[in-house]
T-cell receptor, first 114, second 114 residues
């Protein structure tokens, strides 16, 4: 398995509180991603990063911000958590390999907003 | 924008039955295609990928997929499923040249009964 660690693995938080999820990689891959997984929606891209301090929005970025100050760490922040952000969050990293890009996923963080 | 459609949301099979899961994508450019599997309570793992060359690709655990460019399809197949194949299966597409973002389908839940 690729060296990806997500923390925390489980979190319950109250509506309106800030929450930060961390993704740490030991592979030195350039690209890092945050996805959320919800029943009936598959995985949807929240934000991604293509280098230190280089980030861009995905398809469901509203209510989320990210930061990448080091190659190995990619942080996802919910500034003011809402119940609609209850989900399982997956971090992924990718590298170019054999003419294409292959992504590897972390174990996921289950976030419940009450 | 790219999109991925998985038409089978829930498939129920008996062991030894054959499997085919549909995946269609909408994008006019050159793409990389993937199938990922998620076993209950686990993270996503790569089953197989298509970058270029032979449109019939073989992956792990006896799975294969065929890229049919004219149909924008990348269907997943397995001749004889096992109970251990019970999982959720995700098709994904990435633009090969302009971005490394993976866009996922909504997933197909496969249940295999002994």
């Amino acid at each position: 398995d690729a060296g990806i660690t997500q923390s925390p693995r489980h979190k319950v938080t109250e509506t309106g509180t800030p929450v930060t999820l961390r993704c740490h990689q030991t592979e030195n891959h350039r690209y890092m991603y945050w996805y959320r997984q919800d029943p009936g929606h598959g995985l949807r891209l929240i934000h991604y990063s293509y280098g230190v301090k280089d980030t861009d929005k995905g398809e469901v970025s509203d209510g989320y911000s990210v930061s990448r100050s080091k190659t190995e760490d990619f942080l996802l922040t919910l500034e003011s958590a809402t119940s609609s952000q209850t989900s399982v969050y997956f971090c992924a990293i990718s590298e170019r390999k054999g003419g294409g890009t292959e992504a590897f996923f972390g174990q996921g963080t289950r976030l419940t907003v009450v | 924008a790219q999109s991925v459609s998985q038409h089978n949301h829930h498939v129920i099979l008996s062991e030894a039955a054959s499997l085919e899961l549909g995946c269609n994508y909408s994008y006019g450019g050159t793409v990389n295609l993937f199938w990922y599997v998620q076993y209950p309570g686990q993270h996503l793992q790569l089953l197989l990928k298509y970058f270029s060359g032979d449109p019939l690709v073989k992956g792990i655990k006896g799975f294969e997929a065929e890229f049919i460019k004219s149909k924008f399809s990348f269907n997943l197949r397995k001749p004889s499923v096992q109970w251990s194949d019970t999982a959720e299966y995700f098709c994904a597409v990435a633009d090969r040249y302009n971005t490394d973002k993976l866009i996922f389908g909504t997933g197909t839940r496969l249940q295999v009964f002994p």
